[in-house]
């Protein structure tokens, strides 16, 4: 069975342009999780999805950052404007459900590089 | 808010020596917790949490409420435990993972 799947694993954009990030769940997990990883720091959390809904969009750093999950399934994580301080490593995780004494099953992560 | 400490960057120890990961947190509520690891070159995953009680790959963990800590313990290091390794803290309020900084653990021979 495959894990969670992110593409691309890297990704180098300039400065000012937009850019998609797309995770993949384990097949049956309702719950994704998008973190950001800067260097030297742990993951910090940027949305979770319950199904389709955005049930906690708090950790979004700004509206430059933006993510969907049409079919329950697969998300875009999508970044406008993209600035220099944006590039990090983009961790991907899904659950069972969104309780918390589930265990997150993370990706391996896309790096994105603002150049 | 929800807070974890992690105070080490590094701990280094030779091999069969005892190891202890130190991780404190900070939440009023009644707190989820857990470790993650991250070995050279794979992806991040669950090592254990406290309310499994379990021991996993001879590493155990006790929630200490009045010290609010969680600290990782194994009596006897090898160096397939070098790795990087992530106290995470989760809630019945809350649905999602606070990390804290991660500490790189490094067993020599």
């Known amino acids: 069975g495959a894990g969670v799947s992110q593409t691309p694993s890297n990704k180098v954009t300039e400065k000012g342009k937009y850019v998609e990030l797309r995770c993949d769940p384990i097949?049956?997990?309702?719950?994704l999780y998008w973190y950001r990883q800067s260097l030297g720091q742990g993951p910090e959390f940027l949305i979770y999805?319950?199904?389709?809904?955005?049930?906690?969009d708090s950790g979004l750093p700004n509206d430059r950052f933006f993510a969907v999950r049409p079919e329950g399934s697969v998300s875009t994580l999508k970044i406008q404007r993209t600035e220099r301080g944006d590039s990090a490593v983009y961790l991907c995780?899904?659950?069972?459900?969104?309780?918390?004494?589930?265990?997150?099953?993370f990706g391996q992560g896309t790096r994105l590089t603002v150049v | 808010a929800q807070r974890v400490t992690q105070p080490e960057k590094l701990l280094s120890v030779f091999k069969g020596a005892p190891v202890e990961l130190k991780c404190n947190y900070s939440?009023?509520?009644?707190?989820?917790l857990f470790w993650y690891v991250q070995y050279s070159r794979q992806r991040l995953q669950l090592l254990l949490r406290?309310?499994s009680r379990e021991s996993i790959k001879g590493f155990t963990a006790d929630l200490n409420k009045g010290e609010t800590s969680f600290h990782l313990k194994k009596p006897f290091a090898q160096e397939e435990d070098s790795a990087m390794y992530y106290c995470?803290?989760?809630?019945?309020?809350?649905?999602?993972?606070?990390f804290g900084t991660g500490t790189r653990l490094l067993v020599s021979p």
């Open positions: 995780a899904s659950s069972i459900q969104g309780a918390t004494n589930t265990e997150a099953f």
């Open positions: 097949s049956g997990h309702t719950a």
């Open positions: 999805f319950q199904g389709t809904g955005a049930a906690d």
């Open positions: 939440y009023s509520g009644s707190p989820e």
């Open positions: 406290h309310i």
């Open positions: 995470a803290l989760s809630g019945p309020a809350f649905q999602k993972l606070v």
